[in-house]
């Protein structure tokens, strides 16, 4: 603790950073608590941070947070014996770093991976120091505690596995087995879901219940559409029809747009990005890639549409933003229950249906 306020890190922000984190993994605070004295305490969790096919968004996603500064945190929080973007050494002397903390700390350091691995051709377009991303992914993973994916290349291959996947790129669980992994998609990753996941690790040896993807599900147990802001106008049938249209300036439903909320499966739409509100896809007027899904990001075209899973109102309405409509979430609440589930939902049922047949028709 001392050491992090000698950096400008208040005991206060310290807690809350925390209690944020514990929050995200859906722990109570007493939890946070914990895991600030551990965190604050001499020894901090070794954490081994490797690179491979992608474009250091999710670090860098990581070091824009602010109020408090989750990056200045993280990087006091857990002792980062290796991350090649922000490590000092080069060279011989980062393989040494390296080297060195998987043999001082081997079964005890978190290995997180960032970057889907290439696995055609004996792996060979993606080398770091001569040795192939399939080599180093397995033999760091073979003396971890556990491994986290962050990102979308990393647990299941992200952009770099996009048709027609030129290297044979995969997510990190595909090559490395025996061990734990823990995939937090995202294009970025939204940087709580990390630190959650590896503060309860190192704090109470455990990791996240995780769904059948290997997804937190804490983070990734609902789907966007089901927490959006803009759900209520989803339900009551008022959809942007175009960029920059009246609904799209009134801040209607982006359906129509080609969102993939309806079926992607993310905390998105409540942990915003650089805890900045609004600081998301939907949130800025465009809509959801789908990026943690693997079927859908990267892979259905941007203004395509999905399928709703779940088209029926939620039981409570999230609150519009004030900015974009004058309509209350009491008002849209009561009406839209009724009427706008069943045209919203009737809606998109019959254009889904008038669109699947002029598929059909054409391919006949
Ligand atoms: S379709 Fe997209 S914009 Fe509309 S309510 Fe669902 S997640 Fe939000």
């Known amino acids: 603790m001392a050491e992090l306020e000698t950096e400008g890190v208040s005991r206060r922000g310290f807690l809350k950073v925390c209690s944020l984190a514990a929050g995200a993994v859906g722990l109570p605070a007493w939890a946070g608590e914990k895991m600030a004295e551990k965190a604050a305490g001499s020894a901090k969790p070794p954490v081994i941070w490797l690179h491979f096919q992608e474009c250091t968004g999710c670090s860098e996603s990581l070091l824009r947070t602010s109020a408090p500064d989750v990056a200045e945190l993280i990087l006091g929080l857990v002792s980062l014996d290796y991350h090649e973007t922000l490590m000092v050494p080069s060279g011989y002397q980062?393989?040494?770093?390296?080297?060195?903390?998987?043999?001082?700390?081997?079964?005890n350091y978190v290995l997180v991976v960032e970057g889907a691995i290439p696995t055609k051709d004996n792996g060979i377009y993606c080398r770091v120091g001569g040795h192939t991303a399939v080599e180093?992914?397995?033999?760091?993973?073979?003396?971890?505690?556990?491994?986290?994916?962050?990102?979308?290349?990393?647990?299941?291959?992200?952009?770099?596995?996009?048709?027609?996947?030129?290297?044979?790129?995969?997510?990190?669980?595909?090559?490395?087995?025996?061990?734990?992994v823990v995939n937090i998609p995202g294009c970025p990753a939204n940087p709580y879901n990390l630190l959650g996941t590896v503060l309860q690790f190192a704090t109470f040896g455990t990791l996240p219940a995780l769904d059948g993807l290997g997804r937190p599900k804490f983070a990734y147990a609902r789907t966007i559409h089901e927490d959006c802001p803009r759900r209520p106008h989803f339900d009551a049938g008022r959809f942007a029809q175009k960029y920059g249209d009246e609904g799209h300036r009134e801040g209607y439903c982006l359906y129509k747009l080609g969102c993939k909320g309806p079926a992607t499966h993310a905390n998105c739409s409540l942990n915003h990005f650089v805890e900045m509100p609004g600081a998301w896809p939907v949130?800025?007027?465009?809509?959801?890639?789908?990026?943690?899904?693997?079927?859908?990001?990267?892979?259905?075209p941007l203004h395509d549409t999905v399928d709703v899973e779940r088209p029926t109102a939620p039981g409570t309405y999230p609150p519009i933003h004030p900015d974009?409509?004058?309509?209350?979430?009491?008002?849209?609440?009561?009406?839209?229950a009724i009427v706008g589930a069943l045209v919203g939902a009737g809606y998109v049922a019959t254009k889904k249906i008038t669109a699947d047949s002029e598929k059909h028709a054409g391919k006949e």
């Open 94 to 107: 980062a393989e040494k770093s390296l080297e060195e903390s998987m043999e001082k700390n081997a079964g």
């Open 324 to 336: 974009h409509s004058v309509i209350t979430p009491a008002v849209v609440g009561a009406s839209a």
């Open 283 to 300: 949130g800025i007027g465009h809509p959801c890639v789908g990026c943690t899904e693997q079927k859908i990001g990267f892979r259905v």
């Open 136 to 180: 180093t992914a397995k033999k760091v993973a073979a003396k971890a505690a556990a491994v986290i994916s962050i990102g979308s290349c990393a647990s299941w291959g992200g952009i770099p596995s996009a048709d027609p996947n030129p290297t044979g790129a995969v997510g990190v669980d595909k090559v490395v087995t025996g061990k734990p």
